[in-house]
């Protein structure tokens, strides 16, 4: 627009000037026709020492909240750049991208950060993408493309919460390498009490001593070192979800892993991606780190890792089952309600 | 409608990226910001000060702009919250000002309008005042303007650069180039990123000096071959769209000089056809100017003079009536004058080729023979050589005649004398000067003068330039530009007679050279008249001739050789007012000096009713005239802000409420169809209706649509990208099916509605 507006001025006073004889107008005129071409080159020169990317190659959010991601514009020439235009897409895997047109620039020989803010609706990997460049020149008539293919990611992780698990020592959890009894009490040994905290289970409860003092008190458990729950993860069709059902997934996933993690010294998540693959969890660090194996996953090749009988299953469809048959099924919109006692 | 809410909060979850506004953003520089609108301020003032008309005191007000640049400048980049206070107490203090000193605002505002229309004062008086009343406003607004709009400074600043050549605006040169500086500086800084702004900005404001130097380099030694080249471009496009519209076959126009070039488009407008072939160039004349005002000549009466000369002498002016006597009163003298030498007259008719009965192309010293004879007119005439009237030596039966028409042409002159010696000087301040003070002693003495100062002044061209639409072409062709054709210089020798009191007239109409003829079969001779034949000159009253042509276009090859009056080159012999004294005031002329006593009875009734007139004129070029000049550029340049602005507000409305707005649309489309009056979209049968309504829609994309628009106004999440767009593309569909049957008057009034 600014190109056919000083061509159409420059246009215009030449015409004006040359029937008015008036040579400022004519001036004027012919210093806009050296104007375009002049920064037309200027444009180019600033692209050659222009780059911008992002800061860090990875980032990570909870769901719901923010994150920052900051985008660097590194100018490695004596001359300032006053403007980049880069075009950034973010996007789910599966998911249409959303994308801003982001401006930038630096002075002379230095580095400017801006920041973008990415909102993380849905768990999962959110691949940010710098799609197109242009290097503008100083009154921003031109703009010089420039390749620049920038990727960074953004891990989203569920709220850290987790199930309150109730195993039954008679039926037990198949897929555990061994089972102990998992209900407190005498045969457990208490490691330490400490004041009640959000998320506590009601069992880990002393109430002889809550009753004492007034407060709540719980029951600190020592864990078996060699007491590993195992749980089998069926993902397929992982490549054609929407991205707000495998949010749905990963969160009942954490949630469950976190609540095993309460019970047990580790926790096994058996997966197939080609072929059968574990990962294992022995601290709330693990899990995320787990999430985010999953997610950089290639969804394409997730499948269904096969349980042996009596072991636990967590399908894509949020289903948790043993032996094929569904013991509990994951709703979005009751995820907060079922976060009570589960019993299995 | 409540149906129709707009959620603040739906951008924000429908898009998962935005950019975030930087925290610690740095402010532009205040002191180099400062800079940029002191240039710019600086250089609107030297161009208000080089417009001609506009005078103000240069000390107080360039130290006035300088103190608010620097206050308002420094505030809004340093302290956004006093600059708020600063901008209402500048307001208040402008508008004391315009409530204390508004007799003295409207008397500058009033010059000023003057100034601005072409009608400039010889003394121009003050608008210091006003100005000084500006520069707060301008001071203000600039900043806030510029920082928010970086584009807004070039978009302002090049009608401006580009108005200068037709505001007369010749000195303006620093003015366009601090203007021009400063709209770069506002571009480079407007930028919202903060990459060495200031630096840019510098940098291209230096580039462009010298990119200017570079230019100037190039363009100041070419400036008239520049020129050529738009002639050359125009020339070709006029006569394209003259030739496409037709216009090339117009004749000769009225009296109006022209500000534009000459372009010739050769084709045949008139036909002439004589009995003789003449001796001299033949002028035919179409339009005679009285009154010159303002650039353009008003049509000469001379109707009225002969009825007032009618209705003074009752005489008995016979069959042919007072007009026709006048008209061929030379003619019908120089024909009944005995003597042998003199030939009998020649017979020319004239006959229109396209544009038929648009003027009336009259030979001097002639008689109208027939009308309308194939398709024009014919005259009797003479050339001016055959023109020999002895007033002493008639035939006696046509002695009474004689005495007849020699009161009628004192009468005539007596009247003429004072009509066509008026010339509006205080418009012509340059041309008075160079008149006043010469004193000559005879009417060759004047021609010379006329001629010489043409020779020296100017130089013919028909492609001179435009001259400024506010100024007057004659002055500006004399003074400034030096470079004109016919018009100008007809106009200016008209002008300067009359300024030495000589009665003259501006005429335009046809020149035919003699070559222009070709012998026909019959013996007759035929010229085709083009518009090259077309010409201006000016014609004085001489007694033995009456109005005669005095050509003072020179020739395109040479200097001034065109057609004198009889008597001019024997100046010691002028004596052009024979027996009749014809009362040629041989100094400028005083106005109120009345010539005879015929005169003045009427001057003086007359002169009361036209200086009443005058007093009126002048009541309204000073109070309604402002108003209404001010009121046609603010008004309708209010409206398009307006309605930019509306526009713009109801897009972004509108892109904000996504499919809820395309909704609220097809509602008020229903609405205004008498189509599910009272529904609002949250009835549970209203898609049912709506199909029923829509015959031709298809039912489930409406209930798609619908439930879209439901989720968008009471879900707890946005519809999907996906869904709104559908809702988008069915409400519009929908809405255009609904126009479709809506009576025209119905269709024009929603439509109308819709924009408001």
């Known amino acids: ?344 | 409608m409540i149906f129709i809410k707009h959620n603040k909060h739906e951008k924000k979850t429908e898009k998962i990226i935005t950019s975030r506004p930087e925290r610690n953003a740095r402010n532009n520089n205040p002191l180099f910001a400062f800079l940029v609108l002191l240039c710019g301020i600086f250089g609107l003032l030297l161009y208000f000060a080089s417009i001609p008309g506009v005078y103000f005191e240069k000390a107080p007000v360039y130290a006035a702009a300088a103190v608010w640049c620097a206050a308002f400048a420094f505030l809004f980049y340093r302290g956004r919250k006093y600059f708020y206070i600063a901008s209402v107490c500048a307001a208040a203090l402008v508008l004391l000002t315009a409530v204390f000193c508004r007799g003295l605002l409207a008397a500058q505002i009033d010059y000023l309008s003057d100034a601005l229309t072409g009608a400039p004062a010889a003394e121009p008086p003050s608008v210091t005042l006003l100005v000084l009343a500006a520069l707060p406003v301008i001071s203000a607004v600039l900043p806030p303007i510029t920082a928010a709009f970086g584009s807004i400074a070039p978009i302002a600043a090049s009608p401006l650069i580009i108005a200068a050549p037709m505001l007369g605006a010749e000195k303006s040169a620093p003015a366009l180039l601090l203007i021009a500086v400063s709209a770069v500086g506002s571009l480079a800084l407007g930028s919202k990123e903060s990459g060495g702004r200031e630096k840019a900005a510098a940098l291209s404001c230096a580039l462009l000096l010298v990119l200017i130097a570079v230019s100037a380099a190039f363009v100041c030694p070419s400036v008239d071959r520049l020129g050529e080249l738009t002639n050359a471009a125009e020339g070709k496009i006029f006569r394209f769209i003259a030739e496409k519209t037709g216009r090339s076959a117009d004749m000769v126009q009225g009296g109006k000089v022209s500000r534009f070039n000459n372009y010739l488009t050769d084709r045949e407008q008139l036909i002439v056809q004589i009995t003789r072939y003449p001796k001299e160039p033949i002028y035919l004349k179409g339009f005679v100017g009285g009154d010159y005002n303002k650039g353009e000549w008003e049509a000469a009466d001379d109707t009225s003079i002969l009825n007032d000369i009618q209705n003074k002498y009752q005489n008995n002016w016979g069959i042919l009536g007072i007009t026709n006597t006048y008209s061929s009163l030379f003619f019908s003298m120089n024909l009944n004058t005995i003597d042998d030498t003199i030939p009998y007259p020649a017979s020319m008719s004239v006959r229109y080729i396209s544009s038929e009965g648009k003027n009336y192309y009259v030979p001097y010293y002639s008689r109208v023979d027939t009308i309308y004879v194939y398709g024009g007119y014919r005259f009797q005439y003479y050339e001016k050589d055959d023109m020999r009237i002895n007033w002493n030596n008639v035939p006696r039966m046509y002695e009474p005649k004689r005495d007849q028409c020699l009161n009628l042409r004192a009468a005539y002159y007596a009247e003429a004398k004072d009509i066509y010696t008026r010339v509006p000087e205080n418009r012509l301040p340059r041309l008075r000067a160079l008149c006043e003070g010469k004193e000559f002693e005879s009417l060759a003495e004047i021609t010379d003068f006329i001629k010489n100062t043409l020779n020296e002044r100017t130089e013919y061209t028909q492609t001179p330039g435009w001259s400024t639409p506010g100024g007057d072409p004659v002055e500006e062709f004399l003074f400034d530009r030096g470079r004109g054709y016919c018009v100008h210089y007809a106009s200016a020798a008209a002008l300067m007679y009359r300024m030495f009191g000589v009665p003259a007239r501006y005429v335009t109409g046809y020149m035919i050279e003699p070559s222009d003829f070709e012998r026909q079969k019959y013996g007759t001779y035929n010229a085709a008249l083009k518009d090259k034949n077309a010409h201006a000159w000016v014609e004085i009253f001489l007694q033995d001739y009456g109005w005669t042509p005095v050509d003072m276009t020179p020739p395109e090859n040479g200097e001034t050789e065109g057609e004198i009056y009889p008597g001019y080159s024997e100046p010691e012999k002028d004596e052009p007012n024979g027996g009749i004294n014809l009362n040629i005031n041989l100094i400028p002329k005083n106005r109120g000096e009345s010539g005879t006593d015929i005169q003045e009875n009427i001057e003086n009734t007359e002169t009361a009713e036209s200086e009443e007139q005058i007093r009126d004129y002048a009541a309204y070029e000073r109070t309604e005239k402002p108003i209404r000049t001010a009121a046609k550029i603010i008004l309708p340049l209010a409206l398009l802000i307006a309605a930019a602005l509306l526009i713009t507000r109801k897009i972004r409305r509108k892109k904000r409420a996504g499919c809820r707005a395309e909704f609220a649309y097809l509602l008020d489309a229903l609405n205004a169809a008498g189509v599910m009056r009272g529904y609002d979209g949250t009835e549970p049968e209203f898609c049912e209706k709506l199909s029923e309504a829509l015959p031709e829609a298809d039912p489930s994309a409406l209930r798609r649509a619908v439930a879209a628009v439901m989720t968008a106004a009471y879900g707890k999440n946005p519809p999907s990208g996906d869904d709104n767009a559908f809702a988008i593309k069915t409400c519009r569909g929908a809405v255009s099916m609904i126009r479709k049957s809506m009576p025209i008057y119905k269709r024009f009034v929603f439509t109308i509605k819709n924009i408001f």
């Open chain 1, 1 to 344: 627009m600014k190109k056919i507006l000083l061509v159409l001025f420059a246009a215009a006073a030449f015409y004006l000037g040359g029937a008015y004889r008036f040579t400022p107008l004519l001036v004027f005129a012919a210093a806009v026709v050296l104007l375009l071409p002049v920064m037309f080159i200027l444009s180019r020169v600033l692209r050659k020492k222009t780059d911008v990317r992002f800061a860090r190659p990875e980032y990570s959010a909870e769901k719901g909240s923010e994150a920052v991601v900051s985008v660097i514009c590194e100018n490695g020439g004596k001359l300032p750049v006053t403007r980049c235009r880069a075009d950034i897409s973010a996007a789910y895997p599966n998911s249409k991208p959303s994308k801003i047109k982001f401006q930038i620039g630096a002075d002379a020989n230095s580095e400017q950060t801006k920041e973008i803010e990415i909102k993380a609706p849905c768990c999962g990997l959110i691949e940010l993408k710098i799609e197109k460049l242009n290097v503008c020149d100083w009154l921003n008539i031109f703009a010089a493309p420039k390749k620049c293919g920038a990727v960074c990611h953004a891990a989203v992780y569920p709220k850290e919460q987790e199930f309150d698990l109730s195993l039954a020592p008679s039926q037990g959890m198949s897929g555990f390498a061994e089972r102990p009894g998992l209900r407190g009490g005498s045969d457990t040994e208490i490691k330490s009490l400490r004041e009640y905290e959000h998320g506590d289970s009601a069992r880990l409860i002393h109430r002889n001593l809550s009753a004492r003092t007034g407060e709540l008190w719980v029951k600190e458990l020592e864990k078996q070192a060699d007491f590993i729950a195992e749980l089998y993860l069926d993902m397929s069709g992982a490549d054609n979800a929407e991205p707000q059902k495998i949010s749905l997934f990963y969160e009942v996933l954490s949630a469950l892993t976190a609540g095993l993690l309460k019970n047990a010294a580790a926790v096994r998540l058996f997966y197939k991606s080609g072929e059968e693959r574990r990962l294992t969890a022995r601290s709330r660090g693990d899990i995320r780190a787990a999430l985010l194996e999953l997610y950089k996953t290639d969804p394409k090749s997730f499948g269904a890792a096969e349980a042996p009988s009596g072991g636990i299953t967590l399908g894509l469809d949020c289903i948790l089952s043993r032996d094929g048959k569904p013991i509990k099924k994951f709703r979005s919109k009751d995820f907060d309600a079922e976060n009570g006692v589960l019993e299995i």
